[in-house]
């Protein structure tokens, strides 16, 4: 469906920075501004789907190439 763009590294922060996130949502309950935790959501799904919208935006690609 979409292009693989984001590499193991990549992906494996976007992973743990997004379930970090939402973690904080949940243990933070009586926060101010709790719902901000909630853009935890974006880095989680583009790490586990291998494609960043924003990437294919700019040209950016951090996979390894494949060889021939």
């Not at 920075?17 to 583009?46: H, K």
């Not at 040209?59 to 021939?68: D, F, I």
């Amino acid at each position: 469906m979409f292009k693989t763009n984001v590499g193991g590294i990549d992906r494996v922060l976007r992973i743990v920075l997004g379930l970090a996130l939402l973690a904080g949502f949940f243990l933070n309950a009586d926060a101010t501004y709790r719902w901000a935790y909630l853009i935890g959501i974006v880095p989680l799904i583009t790490g586990l789907m291998g494609s960043c919208p924003a990437y294919a935006l700019f040209g950016l690609n951090t996979c390894p190439m494949k060889k021939s």
